[in-house]
C-alpha cells in the first residue's frame, strides 16, 4: 500500500508543472486609475503592455518566450519599447495562481492580475505573418510581426529581436464570428486617434494558417496571410 501511495505522489508532482503552465494560459488584467496593464500568455510566449485608454496613450510594451513550471516562469526577452538593450536577456518569474488570480513577482514585485480569458478559441495563439497582398514576407528571422491571440485579446507587434529595433504596436479585445474578425482597438503606439475604433475582417483558419483581409485603420485594403 505505501508503494502505491508513493506511486501517486510521484506521479502528481510530474504532473504539477503542466498544470502550472496551463493555469496560465490566456489575458490577464491590472487596472490603476485610468491606466491599464494587459498580459497575454500563449503558446509559449507573453506580452505584457501598458495604455490609457481614456487619454488614448500608449505607454509601453515587452515580452517574449515562456516556459513555465513548478511556480517559475523562465524565457527570453524578445522585445521592450522602452528599452531595447533588454532584448536577448533571459528572465525568471515566479507565480502562483489562485482560481482566476495570478500573484506574478518580477524585477522584485509581486503583482496580482485578475484573469478575463483562458487562452480557448479558434484564433487562439502566436501568429506570425507570412503573406501580405499575395507576396511572401520574409518573417521567420529576428525581424518579425507577430500577433498574440488569446481567447478575447489581440495584440501585434513589429520587432527585430536581434537589434532590439521595436517599430510599433497595437492592441485590444477581438471577436471571431461566422467568419468574420473583428479588433477593437485600446492602444495604439504610432497614433492615439486610432484608439475606439472597431475594424472587421473577413477570416478563415486553414491548418495552421490564418487568411484574413479587409481593410486597415487607414482604410487601405489588405490581405495577409499569418501562420502559426
Aim: cysteine-free; aromatic content about 12%.
Amino acid at each position: 500500500m505505501n508503494l502505491l501511495i508513493n506511486y501517486f505522489i510521484i506521479l502528481l508532482n510530474a504532473l504539477a508543472p503542466i498544470n502550472n503552465q496551463a493555469t496560465l494560459k490566456g489575458a490577464w488584467e491590472i487596472k490603476e486609475g485610468t491606466t491599464t496593464h494587459t498580459l497575454v500568455i500563449i503558446d509559449d510566449y507573453f506580452s505584457i503592455s501598458s495604455f490609457d485608454k481614456e487619454g488614448k496613450k500608449f505607454i509601453s510594451t515587452y515580452g517574449g518566450t515562456m516556459k513555465a513550471a513548478a511556480e517559475k516562469a523562465i524565457g527570453k526577452i524578445e522585445f521592450n519599447s522602452a528599452a531595447k538593450d533588454i532584448v536577448g536577456r533571459d528572465y525568471t518569474y515566479t507565480f502562483k495562481t489562485n482560481g482566476t488570480n495570478l500573484q506574478l513577482t518580477r524585477d522584485g514585485k509581486t503583482e496580482t492580475w485578475k484573469q478575463t480569458d483562458d487562452g480557448s478559441g479558434p484564433l487562439a495563439g502566436n501568429w506570425k505573418i507570412i503573406k501580405r497582398d499575395g507576396s511572401d514576407i520574409g518573417n521567420r528571422g529576428p525581424r518579425k510581426t507577430i500577433k498574440l491571440l488569446s481567447g478575447k485579446r489581440f495584440q501585434w507587434a513589429a520587432i527585430n529581436t536581434e537589434t532590439g529595433d521595436f517599430s510599433g504596436t497595437g492592441g485590444g479585445a477581438y471577436t471571431f464570428e461566422n467568419g468574420k474578425y473583428t479588433e477593437y482597438i485600446e492602444f495604439f503606439s504610432r497614433d492615439g486617434n486610432r484608439v475606439g475604433m472597431s475594424l472587421s475582417f473577413d477570416g478563415r483558419v486553414e491548418g495552421k494558417e490564418w487568411y484574413h483581409s479587409g481593410k486597415s485603420s487607414t482604410g487601405n485594403p489588405i490581405n495577409e496571410v499569418w501562420a502559426r
